[in-house]
């Protein structure tokens, strides 16, 4: 059975930094992409970064460009999300999900979710 389990959210101050972490089980996801996506009350579900998992290339939301940094750690099978200078903005549940085969920025295309984690940034 595939889990994906999030962790690391909380509640942080404007400017300062979190690390999400995704442990990911039961498969082998060497094929697959790995994504983070976020949905921010009364808001839609929005992509935030990707990482294909065979060769580590990345993929980010123009709106995190130079403040986050996806990697995967294939030791832990982990995907991490280095969150830097938080705004009130990145304030969301933040999903670790999981794609076979094809980069994709929709949430649609996703096979597998985490149950999410909550980020909170204060002003």
């Known amino acids: 059975q595939v889990q994906l389990v999030e962790s690391g959210g909380g509640l942080v101050q404007f400017g300062g930094s979190l690390r999400l972490s995704c442990a990911a089980s039961?498969?082998?996801?060497?094929?697959?992409?790995m994504a983070w996506f976020r949905q921010a009350p009364g808001k839609e579900r929005e992509f935030v970064a990707a990482?294909?998992?065979?060769?580590?290339?990345?993929y980010y939301a123009d709106s995190v460009k130079g403040r986050f940094t996806i990697s995967r750690d294939y030791a832990k099978n982990t995907v991490n999300l280095q969150m830097n200078n938080l705004k009130p903005e990145d304030t969301a549940v933040y999903y670790c999900?999981?794609?076979?085969?094809?980069?994709?920025?929709?949430?649609?295309?996703?096979?597998?979710w985490g149950q999410g984690t909550q980020v909170t940034v204060s002003s």
């Open positions: 039961g498969r082998s996801f060497l094929r697959y992409i």
């Open positions: 999900a999981a794609n076979y085969l094809s980069m994709s920025r929709s949430d649609h295309d996703y096979d597998y």
């Open positions: 990482t294909v998992w065979s060769d580590g290339r990345t």
